[in-house]
DNA sequence: CCTAGATAAATCGCGCACGATTTAATCGCA
DNA sequence: TGCGATTAAATCGTGCGCGATTTATCTAGG
């Protein structure tokens, strides 16, 4: 209560005001097939359903591969610039880092300089699986239908609107520390 | 093992030889920041960190959003009209559903005609909700920080790689039952 | 030194999300 | 009519994903 969050009921405030009278109405804005946010999370799960069939011959989930990817980028990296770079908390991550490392993937060892962090590294058999992984983008590449270019200026356009959105929510969603 | 799924192999093998030397590699191509997915999967995230306290004011989580606005548009549906709404199962949405019941925006009752199936419709609570929610596509919109005419362009780009992977799920997910 | 605050992971509880299975009702067809 | 096949939800087990809290370690200030 005594927490003073920007409310919905602000924003609305800010929208213009409903002069034009081919603006869409309210009950047009809450349909849906308007939103955005549902494209990207339908499509989200879409990629899931396709990745999932080559995942599982590799024995790994899609964050579980995710991580992976991150480490064939640059191993031997932290808990915290895992969650970095994917964009993920330790609570997320923890858990499964432990699973990938119950598959003999890679190993976890507190540093020795610092014993707050975690590094984590690939073994011999993590770094074998990026072989195995060689075929997978272009059966993803295959399985969207559409062309490159397309592809690339659609990926263009998500990571606009991800600076976007967490600028916004950076912003709005923490407290006001404005540190 | 007796199932015979296109293999991430399978696919590599259509990868047109390494031959070109302006190529991309295949490491190139499994680096992280390469990855459409990523982008939707990242950007997803972002959307739910956006939504995060807007929804935290109507007691919603995003999922339990969007089931609520499939109702707003079309009330006294059935489990399986939702979830083919929002492309999710059973076992997702009936717990999803119970928990909108409990906190009594909806009534879930078995058709007089069929047993079989539940149809969920909005209490009086569950309509007044809307009002409260109406200020939320202004308040996203708003977050992204692009034009209007950008995030039309870039939902229709998603519906169509919605799509494109949506069609190859069915293809290659499924078992080889072409009946 | 040694303690107050900061920092990195880990832990806990909750809610998705799915595949596989189960239960219950309906349909089809001989 | 009756009984196998189909269908709709529900149930179960596993793995994300997060916020809030906890634990362990490190750093600064006195």
Sequence with gaps: MTRHDKTATECATKTPA????SEPSS?????????????????GHAFNRVYKPLLDELGLTYPQ???MAALWEG??????????ALGLESSTLTPLVKRLETAGLLVRRRDTRDERVVRVSLTEKGHALRDAAG?????????????????V????GLERLRKGLTAYAQDHGEPGDGR
Excluded: H, Q
Aim: with cysteine.
């Design 18 to 21: 409903p002069d034009a009278s």
């Design 135 to 151: 075929g997978i983008p272009a059966c993803v590449f295959e399985a969207t239908g559409m062309g490159l270019a397309e592809l």
């Design 75 to 84: 191993d031997d990296r932290t808990i915290g610039s895992l969650g970095g």
């Design 65 to 67: 591969f995710l991580v």
């Design 153 to 156: 200026a659609l990926k263009a």
């Design 27 to 43: 009950a047009d804005l809450l349909r849906l097939d308007n939103f955005l946010c549902f494209s990207v999370y339908a499509t």
